[in-house]
């Protein structure tokens, strides 16, 4: 009795994220839209030091600032944008393309809020939160990264915010908005399965010195022995039996 059932138990962690994309097995499916960004520099706020990553805020009261189509029922509100990035320049992204990691990656969160009240409700159910992931590849220096980066001595330690208005985002994307998609989770605590991933396939550039500008950050707060945040990236988790799919063939 029961034994025929032992082979599928229930796994509390199955759709958990980073995940390595083997880009061979993604399935293109043409029936995924493209991205439709709509960010309003207007609603840009504030960066703050959150001890593990800096984030850049933003003004989520109102559905300002969205972003719609491509996999996604419905338009997600921006909330906030961060990045990983590793101690060195060998590693730092936290999604693997064929088992190669970039030196970094940008995180652009929103929530669901046709359903939702706020980020931490969103974050219960996983039509709750989208999360755009674009790589940072080495290159020339970025000036619109630049334009943050300039910021970065005003928070250099945990707990600091200082005012970011006027900033838009849509500058900070790629030229090809092309994409591969999964369902996974977000990748620091509470690690909590809410998020339709949405992985840009063109990277954009960061140079060495701004990376370097990164781990210049404190992990510590003022009145602590100071200590940096080398790097900040979750390991690859099992893609278990989870589909990729593409935007494009
Ligand atoms: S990530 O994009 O998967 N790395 C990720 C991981 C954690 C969060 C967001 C994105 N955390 C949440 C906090 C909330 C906060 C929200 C928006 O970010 O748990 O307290 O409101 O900033
Ligand atoms: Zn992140």
Same mark, same amino acid.
């Given at each position: 009795?029961?034994?025929?059932?032992?082979?599928?138990?229930?796994?509390?962690?199955?759709?958990?994220?980073?995940?390595?994309?083997?880009?061979?097995?993604?399935?293109?499916?043409?029936?995924?839209?493209?991205?439709?960004?709509?960010?309003?520099?207007?609603?840009?706020?504030?960066?703050?030091?959150?001890?593990?990553?800096?984030?850049?805020?933003? @003004?989520?009261?109102?559905?300002?600032?969205?972003?719609?189509?491509?996999?996604?029922?419905?338009?997600?509100?921006?909330?906030?944008?961060?990045?990983?990035?590793?101690?060195?320049?060998?590693?730092?992204?936290?999604?693997?393309?064929?088992?190669?990691?970039?030196?970094?990656?940008?995180?652009?969160?929103?929530?669901?809020?046709?359903?939702?009240?706020?980020? @931490?409700?969103?974050?219960?159910?996983?039509?709750?939160?989208?999360?755009?992931?674009?790589?940072?590849?080495?290159?020339?220096?970025?000036?619109?990264?630049?334009?943050?980066?300039?910021?970065?001595?005003?928070?250099?330690?945990?707990?600091?915010?200082?005012?970011?208005?006027?900033?838009?985002?849509?500058?900070?994307?790629?030229?090809?908005?092309?994409?591969?998609?999964?369902?996974?989770?977000?990748?620091?605590?509470?690690?909590?399965?809410?998020?339709?991933?949405?992985?840009?396939?063109?990277?954009?550039?960061?140079?060495?010195?701004?990376? @370097?500008?990164?781990?210049?950050?404190?992990?510590?707060?003022?009145? @602590?022995?100071?200590?940096?945040?080398?790097?900040?990236?979750?390991?690859?988790?099992?893609?278990?039996?989870?589909?990729?799919?593409?935007?494009?063939?």
């Amino acid at each position: 009795m029961g034994l025929h059932n032992s082979h599928h138990k229930p796994c509390p962690t199955h759709l958990q994220s980073p995940i390595n994309i083997h880009t061979r097995t993604a399935k293109y499916d043409p029936s995924l839209k493209p991205l439709k960004f709509s960010y309003d520099p207007k609603t840009a706020k504030r960066i703050v030091n959150v001890g593990h990553c800096f984030n850049v805020e933003f @003004e989520d009261t109102c559905d300002r600032s969205v972003l719609g189509e491509g996999p996604l029922t419905g338009y997600y509100r921006l909330c906030q944008f961060h990045f990983h990035w590793g101690s060195s320049d060998k590693d730092g992204s936290e999604h693997n393309i064929d088992g190669k990691l970039y030196p970094a990656e940008l995180h652009i969160v929103h929530w669901n809020s046709k359903k939702y009240t706020s980020f @931490e409700e969103a974050a219960q159910h996983s039509d709750g939160v989208a999360v755009v992931g674009v790589f940072l590849k080495l290159g020339d220096t970025n000036p619109v990264l630049e334009s943050i980066i300039q910021n970065l001595d005003r928070v250099k330690t945990k707990g600091k915010t200082c005012p970011f208005t006027e900033f838009d985002l849509t500058d900070l994307l790629p030229k090809d908005l092309n994409y591969w998609t999964y369902m996974g989770s977000l990748t620091t605590k509470p690690y909590f399965e809410c998020v339709t991933w949405i992985i840009l396939q063109e990277a954009i550039t960061v140079s060495s010195e701004q990376l @370097e500008q990164f781990r210049r950050l404190q992990c510590t707060s003022e009145n @602590e022995n100071p200590s940096f945040i080398l790097e900040n990236h979750r390991p690859v988790q099992p893609l278990d039996h989870r589909v990729v799919r593409s935007s494009c063939p």
